[in-house]
């Protein structure tokens, strides 16, 4: 079992950048896939990015390729999305996940999950 914090959020003018983190306060996260999901006001919640519990494995949402990357620190119980570039169409409110297994695009295959963090992008 897991208990994760998110943070990072905040307002960003389009073309900007912002760092989440996810920090396991209880439990560690290095046995566990992580994965970023979003939900933007109206919508479900979507994948995001995910990476694998050693780091070798990662997956993005195709809109997201090349402008956000997942990392984690096993040691520091942490994994981030550093996001650059962004776009009005990424705000939303973000949310961590943790699952047992290999990384997966779907948010009912993560068993823990932190509270979201809201990121607004202004145009």
């Known amino acids: 079992q897991v208990q994760l914090v998110v943070s990072g959020g905040g307002l960003v003018q389009a073309g900007g950048s912002l760092r989440l983190s996810c920090l396991a306060t209880?439990?560690?996260?290095?046995?566990?896939?992580m994965g970023w999901f979003r939900q933007p006001p109206g919508k479900e919640r979507e994948f995001v990015a995910a990476i694998s519990w050693s780091g070798g494995t990662t997956d993005y949402k195709e809109s997201v390729k090349g402008r956000f990357t997942i990392s984690r620190d096993n040691a520091k119980n942490t994994v981030s999305l550093q996001m650059n570039s962004l776009r009005p169409e990424d705000t939303a409110a973000y949310y961590c996940?943790?699952?047992?297994?290999?990384?997966?695009?779907?948010?009912?295959?993560?068993?823990?999950w932190g509270r979201g963090t809201q990121v607004t992008v202004s145009s």
């Open positions: 209880v439990g560690t996260i290095d046995e566990y896939t």
């Open positions: 996940g943790a699952r047992a297994g290999p990384p997966t695009r779907k948010n009912g295959d993560y068993r823990w």
